[in-house]
């Protein structure tokens, strides 16, 4: 079982910078894929970037170059650098990880999810 805590969200004007962190623990062979997603008021969950174990990583289009997603392998941690915010991001941010708790088994785990309010 994995257990997902996320920190770093809050309020900041249009403009500013963020930077989210996700740190996983508990009992598990491995971690595959790590993830951000955001559901913003009256949406639907969307995935905002991903990171593989290999470093390959994947942005939404409207993220795309003010957004960097980064992981630390040695503490099972991924972080969300976000820059040049919009109104449009506030959102409540989740942190998403695709783990082995066995060496054939895949699960999904998901944070409690951290606010983001870009406003003036």
């Known amino acids: 079982q994995v257990h997902l805590v996320e920190s770093g969200g809050g309020l900041v004007a249009p403009g500013g910078s963020l930077r989210l962190s996700c740190a996983a623990s508990?009992?598990?062979?491995?971690?595959?894929?790590m993830a951000w997603y955001r559901q913003g008021p009256g949406n639907q969950r969307e995935k905002v970037a991903d990171i593989t174990a290999g470093g390959g990583t994947y942005y939404k289009d409207s993220v795309k170059g003010r957004f960097t997603i980064s992981r630390d392998n040695s503490k099972n941690t991924v972080d969300l650098q976000m820059t040049s915010l919009k109104p449009e991001d506030t959102a409540v941010y989740f942190c998403?990880?695709?783990?082995?708790?066995?060496?054939?088994?895949?699960?999904?785990?998901w944070g409690q999810g951290t606010q983001v309010t870009v406003s003036s």
């Open positions: 508990g009992r598990f062979f491995g971690i595959d894929v």
């Open positions: 998403n990880v695709q783990y082995f708790p066995t060496a054939t088994q895949r699960e999904v785990a």
